[in-house]
T-cell receptor, first 113, second 112 residues
Framework: DSGVTQTPKHLITATGQRVTLRCSPR?????VYWYQQSLDQGLQFLIQ???????AKGNILERFSAQQFPDLHSELNLSSLELGDSALYFC????????????FGPGTRLTVL | TQLLEQSPQFLSIQEGENLTVYCNSS?????LQWYRQEPGEGPVLLVT?????EVKKLKRLTFQFGDARKDSSLHITAAQTGDTGLYLC????????????FGRGTQLTVWP
């Protein structure tokens, strides 16, 4: 158990819908990272938040957004969903940033029908 | 984004066999990390290699960082069914900052 929790574990929805994925980092970790894992793209970095502020952006679509709240949990919002958004979404956390070890949650499997 | 190539993409072996998987790039890395991802779980950090030519051992797993810090290998001796998983490499440092950029991984299946 990494100490990072993600909910829900599975999510099935339809095209055009909007969903919210939730992540609680390890106790004491200030940075949260979101990754997307799909069969065709592999595991890709989406976005990082540090202590409530956006720190870095990767291959995140404009239809996707994230935020980190004062209690340090984070949410990833996916809107206008398309079939190709079906993937595993992982959250990771680290103490600060930079070269700190990232601890991954168990992921949320999103299926868009 | 550094281009990372991992090979082989798939590897299926019997328990007790030895194997080596590779992570290659044209870029020089400050350091490189290896992760293992088991089905239904997130990646778990196995090791970080930092110095060119460095060799690190973790029980039956031996990790090597290339002299030029552009490539790395993972050798498993006497594979066990518990070694089954997706092995991913990710460079650290430099332009990657805090982000992890993963290779596509090697999916290893060890049969009893």
């Amino acid at each position: 158990d990494s100490g990072v929790t993600q909910t829900p574990k599975h999510l099935i929805t339809a095209t055009g819908q909007r969903v919210t994925l939730r992540c609680s980092p390890r106790s004491g970790d200030l940075s949260v990272y979101w990754y997307q894992q799909s069969l065709d793209q592999g595991l890709q970095f989406l976005i990082q938040y540090y202590n409530g502020e956006e720190r870095a952006k990767g291959n995140i679509l404009e239809r996707f957004s994230a935020q980190q709240f004062p209690d340090l949990h984070s949410e990833l919002n996916l809107s206008s969903l398309e079939l190709g958004d079906s993937a595993l979404y992982f959250c990771a956390s680290s103490v600060v940033s930079g070269m700190d070890t990232q601890y991954f949650g168990p992921g949320t499997r999103l299926t868009v029908l | 984004t550094q281009l990372l190539e991992q090979s082989p993409q798939f590897l299926s072996i019997q328990e007790g066999e030895n194997l080596t998987v590779y992570c290659n790039s044209s870029s020089v890395f400050s350091s490189l990390q290896w992760y293992r991802q088991e089905p239904g779980e997130g990646p778990v950090l196995l090791v970080t290699v930092v110095t060119g030519g460095e060799v690190k051992k973790l029980k039956r797993l031996t990790f090597q960082f290339g002299d030029a810090r552009k490539d790395s290998s993972l050798h498993i001796t006497a594979a066990q069914t518990g070694d089954t998983g997706l092995y991913l490499c990710a460079p650290r440092g430099g332009s990657t900052l805090g982000r992890l950029y993963f290779g596509r991984g090697t999916q290893l299946t060890v049969w009893p």
